[in-house]
């Protein structure tokens, strides 16, 4: 059986759900919100020690022959529960099942848990993706004004998180890639507050998402120069009418995609490239459990079935 970890509203997964039930392959989605409902328990004798409970059904480890980490939710403790400091020890307590869970399944993921958090660093991708001989715009990640100034006063250049895209608060915020105006001794202040990503600005003939599956690469342009508001950024603003065209790769960077992912000890990456106005790639980032369904739909590509033959890889390696 196959184990799909995420949490109810995740379009994606629904994705998946649909190729494996076309191929009447068995599965269980975790939605994990839904986990302080359950009955569960884990043992000390075998990675397999474990039984969960919930929804009228019932898995247990050695059910389990792949698994899919997605998007997980946050464990709810039940309504019944209103005192403020007894859902919040209900809900962190579950959180530690859930932890110990995904190392029980070790060899079993699609993409590890474990590794998808390390290759969220940033900084990280940007050396391994330079040791493969990607292009990569002049960056620093600083909070340093010196280093900062250097990079704006040399012409256009865009700022974005290190790790953080959401601003929390009553009215939450998406903090988005956005062009820098050159700064100076009046920007150090709030400058210094936290560290920043700092690149050139690359000029776009249009953004690349490459979606990798295992050996698949999947690469998309996506033609974010035809509207004001998508020139820096494509995901700012709603315009579910923006371009994307299935495109290839040249064989080079599709190798540097697939082995970038290998490097992270990935089955999958979403790696964002700018072609520039001469034509050349150029590498950003690689978000190693990012978004697919919307590429899918958009362009025809079977990513979800790369995905199913991905697990069905991982059962057949372990029998």
């Known amino acids: 059986m196959f184990l799909l970890v995420t949490n109810r509203r995740d379009i994606t997964m629904d994705f998946v759900v649909a190729e494996l039930q076309k191929r009447s392959l ?5 939605n994990t ?58 809900e962190a307590e579950w959180s530690s099942f859930l932890k110990s869970l995904y190392f ?16 969220e660093d940033k900084p990280r991708q940007l050396i391994v993706a330079h040791q493969l001989g990607f292009n990569i715009p002049s960056t620093a990640v600083t909070n340093r004004l010196k280093s900062a ?12 998180p290190l790790r953080q895209a959401v601003l ?3 009215l939450e915020k998406v903090m988005f890639t956005s062009r820098l105006q050159p700064l100076t001794a009046e920007d150090e202040p709030a400058l210094s507050l936290a560290p920043l990503i700092i690149q050139a600005e690359v ?36 315009h579910p009418d923006l371009k994307h065209e299935a495109i290839r790769l040249p064989d080079e960077v599709a190798e540097q995609c697939r082995e970038l992912v290998r ?34 739909n958009q362009t ?20």
């Open 300 to 319: 025809g590509y079977t990513i979800a079935a790369a995905i199913v033959d991905e697990l069905e890889s991982i059962r057949h390696a372990l029998v």
């Open 203 to 238: 000029l776009k003939k249009y953004d690349v998402r490459v979606t990798v599956v295992g050996s698949h690469v999947f690469a998309t342009a996506i033609w974010s120069q035809e509207k004001d508001e998508t020139q820096v950024d494509w995901r700012r603003g709603s």
């Open 26 to 30: 068995p599965y269980f989605r975790l």
């Open 33 to 90: 919100e839904l986990l302080p409902q359950s009955r569960s328990a884990m043992g000390h004798t075998a990675m397999d020690d474990w039984t969960i409970e919930l929804e009228g059904r019932e898995i247990s480890g050695g059910d389990i022959t792949a698994a899919y980490f997605r998007r997980p939710g946050a464990p709810q403790a039940p309504a019944l529960v209103e005192d403020k400091g007894e859902r919040s020890y209900i």
């Open 263 to 296: 490097r992270m000890n990935l089955r999958y990456g979403a790696i964002d490239l700018v072609c520039d106005r001469d034509g050349k790639l150029w590498f950003l980032e690689i978000n190693p459990n990012g978004q697919w369904a919307w590429i899918e």
């Open 149 to 160: 100034e250097s990079l704006t006063a040399e012409g256009r250049a865009i700022g974005k």
């Open 168 to 170: 929390p608060g009553s």
């Open 104 to 119: 029980r399944l070790e060899g079993r993921w699609f993409s590890d848990p474990t590794q998808i958090f390390l290759a």
